[in-house]
């Protein structure tokens, strides 16, 4: 089993930034992906950011210049630097390990919400 705690949301102003992080726990592969979804208000869920452990980081157009994923595979923590936040950014985001298989792993999510 895999367990994932986000830290970090918040509310914050249009423009500004704010600075997500997960760590995973227990069963880990040394192969995996790790990544950010977020869910806005009556939206579906939605890739943000993902880095796969030895491949190429993807993200959302939505996104793209803003925002920059990383990770330490040391620790097992993903992070999400969020920079020129805009209101359309408000959802909960989601952490989430994709172990081989594929096993799926969520985070409990965090809120992020951006005034205007």
């Known amino acids: 089993q895999v367990q994932l705690v986000e830290s970090g949301g918040g509310l914050v102003q249009t423009g500004g930034s704010l600075r997500l992080s997960c760590a995973a726990s227990?069963?880990?592969?040394?192969?995996?992906?790790m990544g950010w979804y977020r869910r806005a208000p009556g939206k579906q869920r939605e890739l943000v950011a993902s880095?796969?452990?030895?491949?190429?980081?993807v993200y959302a157009d939505s996104v793209k210049g803003r925002f920059t994923i990383s990770r330490d595979n040391s620790k097992n923590t993903v992070d999400l630097q969020m920079n020129s936040l805009k209101p359309e950014d408000t959802a909960i985001y989601y952490c989430?390990?994709?172990?081989?298989?594929?096993?799926?792993?969520w985070g409990q999510g965090t809120q992020v919400t951006v005034s205007s």
């Open positions: 989430q390990l994709v172990n081989p298989g594929p096993k799926y792993y």
């Open positions: 227990g069963s880990i592969f040394r192969i995996n992906d």
């Open positions: 880095m796969p452990s030895g491949g190429r980081t």
